[in-house]
């Protein structure tokens, strides 16, 4: 009987798992309730679609997309973001030129780094999860971090089923009612996670529900459009592949190479 003192952390472990995971998609699904949906009549702003599509990271993108396409930042393709007009028009790119520095040039890398967390857009991404068009940062983390648990569960009842089969000698029982014994808490991760992925796959890691249908909104408009709002928007949407210039599109190739020249 020794394969029941592996029976047991099987499904310790299992219905830990699962339970972890359904409180935290129950948490995850009260984000969309119809107080969420209060302004979905009204239209996402740049740098609101660019939070929703990317997070941080990409509001600092548009940010130095429209501020070189307006010609008052030089984006190198070299990686290189030199400031030409330092006299910010907006929050968001007060706090670029702050992190391009007092001299006035900078590597891309650091500038969205810190532009990505630096307080504008901490406030931003508040007023989203506040109107229910962003999911709370906790949310997003502890879904994934359920998610992950589960699968790790499904894994290990999967090990304990095979260290049982193969326990030497007489165990007291066919080996197929053993192997059943452990498929029950194999059928409950799985199905569990079968269930996460129907429920919690219409959440992004940052736009809710509700974010999402104003994305799909946005992105339908700017298809095929060519203005400097349309193209931005783009950017928002897409990421920087989304730019259109060779050069600028280069510059942003360089971003994660800070020691290259």
């Known amino acids: 009987m020794l394969w029941v003192l592996l029976l047991l952390p099987a499904w310790a472990a299992a219905g830990t798992a699962c339970t972890r995971l359904c409180l935290v998609a129950v948490r995850a699904a009260a984000a969309d309730t119809p107080d969420a949906a209060v302004g979905l009549d009204r239209e996402l702003t740049l740098y609101e679609a660019a939070f929703l599509s990317g997070g941080p990271a990409r509001v600092a993108d548009v940010t130095l997309v429209s501020m070189a396409r307006q010609r008052r930042l030089l984006l190198a393709h070299t990686g290189w973001a030199t400031v030409v007009d330092p006299r910010g028009r907006d929050e968001m790119e007060r706090s670029v030129i702050g992190a391009i520095g007092p001299e006035g040039q900078s590597r891309i890398a650091p500038v969205r780094s810190a532009a990505a967390c630096a307080d504008p ?31 790790a569960a499904a894994l290990a009842v999967t090990a304990l089923a095979v260290a049982a089969l193969l326990l030497p000698g007489p165990t007291g029982m066919p080996r197929g009612l053993v192997a059943l014994w452990f498929a029950l808490p194999l059928a409950l991760t799985l199905g569990c ?3 996460a992925r129907v429920e919690i796959h219409p959440y992004s890691r940052w736009a809710s529900p509700a974010g999402q249908r104003l994305l799909g909104t946005l992105a339908r408009r700017v298809r095929g459009g060519d203005d400097e709002r349309t193209c931005l928007a783009s950017v928002a949407v897409r990421g920087v592949r989304a730019i259109g210039e060779p050069d600028l599109r280069a510059a942003f190739a360089h971003r994660d190479q800070p020691g290259r020249e």
């Open 193 to 195: 996670l079968a269930i």
């Open 121 to 151: 857009v901490r406030s931003l991404a508040d007023r989203l999860v506040d109107a229910g068009l962003a999911v709370p940062e906790s949310t997003g983390s502890a879904v994934a971090a359920g998610m992950r648990q589960v699968r």
